[in-house]
Every structure is written in C-alpha cells, then in structure tokens.
C-alpha cells in the first residue's frame, strides 16, 4: 500500500476540491461560509464538540396541530405551513402557560448528558420573542399568561452547570411583522421596508439579548436576507461591541460568520478543516410535536457524534419541549444514556479533531497529539483490526478507560490488533492507540479497506479517483417538511472514460458480490454499464428510482450486478463506468457495497 500512498494523495489534491466545493451545494436558505480570520474565541467551540440546540415557541403549545389538521415535519412552521393570519396565530399566546418550565433542571439534564453548549430559540419565524423583550409586546412577559422570562432563569442555570449558552435569532423572517421576511399570505410583498423591519425589530432585539443576559457564546443567527454586504457587516460591528467575545454563527450570512454550520442535517463527506457543525433533530422535527416519536436510540447519538467529531466538527443535537416548557420522555432518556457513554469515552470525543486514517469498515478514528482513538462500531468477527498506515512508534494500545494492554503486532504495513471476544460498549467501544514520533496524516487517502470479517463494506464515491467528467454532488432532499437529508452521489458518467475507480486493500482473498445503490430517472434506466476488477467484467442495465425533487423522497435501489473473485489480499482497482457512450447519464451513484460471500 505505501508506495501508492504519495501518488494517491498527489491525486487528493486535485479531487478532493472538486468534492468539497460540490458537496456543499444547498437550499439558499443555508450559508456556510464562514469568515476566513479566526475568531480568537474559537477555541472552547472547537473543543465543546457536543452541544444542545432547543426550539421553543408558541409552536410548541400547538403541538404539530392546526385546528382539524395535523402536521409532520418541522412544527416551527406551521404558521407558515397553515398559512394561518397573524393576528389569529397571536392569539396562541393567551393560552401559553409553561409552568412546567424548570430551568436547573434542563441544565442539569443536559449537564449530564456531556452537552458542552446549548443554544435556544430567543426568537423564531414566527415572531414571538420567548424572552422580555422591549422592542414588542409580541412576548412571552407581555402577551402570556406565564408572566415570566425563562431565559434569564436558563441563562443562569447553564452558567451554574458550566454550559456555555446561547441564543437563536431569526434575523430575517418573521412572520408576525408586516415589514418582516416570509409572510406573503398576510402582508403585500410590495409593501414591505425590510430596512425598517431591522431598524425597529430585529438589530434592536439583537441588542437586548446580548446585553441583558450575561456573556454569551453564541448567536446563532438563522435565514439570512433584506441586507447587502456592508449593512450586514455594519449589523456585525455594532453587536460585537456590546459582546466582542460571543461568536455568530454562519447563517448570519454573506460568508461573515466566524464559524460554518452544515444544512440542517447534514455532515460533510470528508475532513473539514477549521470550525464548523453539524445540526441535528433529536426526532423529525425541530419544534414540538405530539404525534411525532421517532427519535433517534443512543446508539444513534453515539455514532452521529463520533462521526461528526472524526470529521473534526461539532454535533448540536435539538431537542423540542413541549407547551408546558418539559422534554420529551425520550429526548432525556437518550440523551442521558449518551453522557454515560461520555463520561467513559469523552477523551475520545471532547478537545479532539479529525482522525488520521480514513473510516474503516469497524468504524471511525478521532484524534489528539500523540493519540489515536479508534471508535469500534462494529466489532469484526475474528476479533481482529487490521490497519494500514499506521507509520508512528507505537507505545500501548488498549481500551479507553482500561488498563489493560491489548495485544498487537505489525505485519507487513498493516497493525493488527487482538480484540476481546465481547467489547464493553457494542455501539461504540473506543480503543486508544498512543505513539511517540509523527504519524502521517492519511485522513484523505482515497484506498478503501475491504475485509471478509464484515457483512459488508459500503464505499462512497467521494473516495473514488474521477476520470473524464465524472464527479460528485451533494443531493438534498426532505422525507417529511424541512425533514432534509443529504447524499454525495457521483454524477455526469456519460462516456467510459467517465469512470470512478476505488482503490481497494483487499485483507482477504474469496468471492464478493458487487452491489450497486444507486438513483436513476426513468429517462437514464435500461442504459450499459460496466464494472471490472484487473479482467473480471460485470455488465448491468440500470433500473428506474425515481425523479428527483429536493422536497420529496430521493428514491436509491441497491442493484446487485454480480460476484467478483479476489484470489489473494492485495491492492486492486474496482471501477464503475458506462459500457459504452449514453445518451444521458448512467445513474446518480451514492454507494459501492461489496458483500463477502461464505
């Protein structure tokens, strides 16, 4: 493998820009760029890793219903989604009595969850401001009966907890004001002053959060528009000078962030550097609803932050409280159980970047100076982890929280590993690799491991070498409303020279069956294609999914095309091309599964 390891990393340098600029193609109402000097505050975010974002608004007292109709997807919208009058949707408020809000406990909550930040909705889109705010009496002092500000009370609490606290603030939209962003069912389009909406409302707002509610970490700003430029930057300067400390998010907008925050649910394919997050309901919708119960298992928590943090990001995870201000049984059950698992692997997790080979098929690695920490999702079933690239001096290797010495050799380039029979943690159990000198940075390196310990190997194409005008795209798309999802799917295979070829590490020789997974308009199905392996030729016609629409399902099939043989371990080349020229492209490729045959 080594003596590829520097023309395939020549090779990353010119693929992988093609992958990251494509991959962060999303809806225009997510900004990611992020202001190219470094905030000096940076770095506590960089280390927090785990963070808690709650959405709370009148929304919440709704519940996901609107009168006679139920809705599923993102319940911060059902204003807009019912397209309900503003003055009617106001009169929610009456009822809005959270006095099951108890601030000392949320914090304690997400204290021992190992939530390192927590960032709530001080003001969402539909304009009611959940905090006492002078600027209107659209409040939740002024126009409830609850009477109270429990942000301060919040404010205080995380503080006490040593939580670093923040708030949301949708500086555009609000689709309570006549001159606010969004409401068109209401309020004449033409008749709008945005200007005046953020001369009278949303900068004034701003001001008040980051004066009456102690430091604050963050300002995630959310939807940008109505401001150029310089107004945004004129907006920035004025706040930074009431807190110089506190960073703001992305979506602020116009690339001046001082970090960059992903598409709602989405994590990017690749190592990124710099400070960045990744942001996550806990179920499918942000803002409560009743009716809606598929929450993600800890196991899912687990790896969504292991993975996140292997990237080198940060994962802030939703929860949505209900009318009465209390969580979900299962946000606190999970997220509870997940600070267990924390507070025996945090190492592993809190103050760490990207790991330093790519993700295996066990698993993903994180790292610090001196350590590598090897996040076993999957424990292979000769109990056995065979690495390439490790080219540091080893010095112990053994499970995190352990002392116990596990056993390890080197044979060849590869380190192989003796694992217990049973792992302590079967969703994550974290082994820590420590060596003395420089252990090469391969976090890029395009070779796929494929092992016949697995019931599986999956392969993206952003680790493929392109050839001809092959590339990769980002797709998003919704299950429910604003429920988004994300796939890297490589794109314009049109010719054979369009070809993706995975450089494969082959640990054991036998027969693997080739699946494909892949999305295909109707107008692209029934077209040649081709995969080989040295002389081995598996030919297929592609089948129908779907057309794609980013707010509708995107429909994959995974297309078994046939078995190839391997006869010794090794290095090979599998490559996916057209067989011949099409008329359209081959398919939209998300995966190369390899399935060992017994």
């Known amino acids: 493998m080594f003596h590829r390891v520097k023309k395939l990393l020549l090779l990353l340098s010119l693929t992988i820009i093609s992958i990251r600029s494509s991959a962060q193609e999303m809806p225009d109402m997510w900004t990611t760029g992020a202001n190219n000097k470094a905030n000096p505050n940076l770095e506590w975010f960089k280390s927090a890793k785990f963070g808690l974002f ?123 004001e006549p001159n606010g962003g969004g409401n068109k069912w209401d309020f004449k389009e033409a008749d709008k002053d945005y200007q005046q909406y953020y001369r009278s409302k949303s900068i004034p707002q701003l001001k008040e959060l980051l ?40 979506r602020v907008g116009h690339d001046l962030g001082d970090y960059r925050d992903f598409g709602d649910s989405e994590v990017p394919p690749t190592p990124i550097a710099g400070a960045w997050e990744s942001i996550y309901t806990h179920n499918d919708s942000w803002g409560y609803i009743q009716h809606d119960l598929n929450f993600k298992s800890p196991r899912d928590i687990i790896h969504l932050l292991s993975n996140v943090a292997s990237k080198g990001g ?71 982890l065979k690495i390439a690239g490790i080219n540091a001096n080893i010095t112990s290797i053994r499970i995190l929280g352990t002392t116990q010495p596990l056993t390890w050799k080197k044979v060849g380039g590869e380190t192989i590993i003796q694992l217990p029979a049973t792992l302590p943690d079967a969703r994550n159990t974290v082994v820590v690799m420590e060596y003395k000198g420089q252990q090469q940075d391969l976090s890029q390196l395009h070779t796929q491991t494929v092992s016949a310990h697995y019931p599986e190997i999956t392969m993206s194409p952003v ?15 919704s299950h429910y409303f604003g429920d988004w999802k ?99 492209e081959l398919f939209r490729l998300r995966n190369v599964i390899l399935q060992p045959l017994q």
């Open 211 to 250: 004066t009456n509610y102690g430091p604050l970490g963050i300002v995630w700003f959310d939807m940008p528009g109505g401001l150029t430029v310089e107004q945004t930057k004129t907006m920035i300067d004025s706040l930074r000078k009431l807190q110089p400390n506190c960073l703001f998010s992305s």
């Open 314 to 384: 940060n994962l802030m995870l939703n929860v949505g409280p209900d009318g009465d201000g209390k969580w979900p049984e299962y946000s606190i059950k999970y997220l509870l159980e997940t600070g267990k698992w924390l507070k025996k692997y945090g190492e592993s997790i809190y103050g760490t970047t990207y790991g330093l080979i790519p993700a295996q098929p066990w698993g993903v690695t994180t790292s610090k100076p001196g350590k590598l920490y090897l996040h076993i999702w999957q424990q292979p079933d000769n109990h056995q």
């Open 54 to 176: 709650i959405h709370w608004g009148l929304y919440a007292k709704l519940g996901g219903k609107w009168k006679d109709s139920s809705y599923y997807g993102s319940g911060e919208w059902i204003m807009n989604r019912a397209k309900a009058p503003a003055a009617e949707y106001a009169k929610v408020a009456q009822t809005f009595n959270p006095t099951g809000f108890n601030a000392d406990q949320w914090a304690e909550i997400a204290k021992n969850s190992g939530i390192k930040y927590l960032v709530i909705t001080a003001k969402h889109h539909e304009g009611f401001s959940m905090y006492d705010s002078k600027v209107t009496d659209f409040d939740i002092v002024d126009a409830t009966p609850y009477k109270k500000d429990p942000m301060k009370e919040l404010a205080a609490a995380c503080r006490k907890q040593d939580i670093q606290f923040g708030f949301y603030y949708s500086q555009f939209l609000d689709w309570h």
């Open 486 to 584: 994300h796939d890297n799917c490589a794109i314009n295979m049109v010719q054979p020279e369009d070809a993706l070829v995975f450089p494969l590490q082959v640990q054991e020789a036998g027969d693997y069956k080739v699946v494909l997974d892949y999305n295909c308009e109707a107008g692209a199905a029934t077209q040649n294609g081709l995969v080989t392996l040295g002389a081995q030729q598996l030919p297929f016609l592609t089948l129908p999914t779907g057309t794609y629409d980013s707010h509708q399902p995107m429909l994959f099939i995974q297309h078994a095309v046939g078995v190839i043989h391997i006869d010794q371990p090794g290095e090979y080349n599998l490559t996916v091309k057209p067989a011949k020229t099409n008329k359209k």
């Open 463 to 477: 680790w493929a070498v392109f050839n001809g005008a092959a590339s990769t795209k980002s797709f998003t798309y």
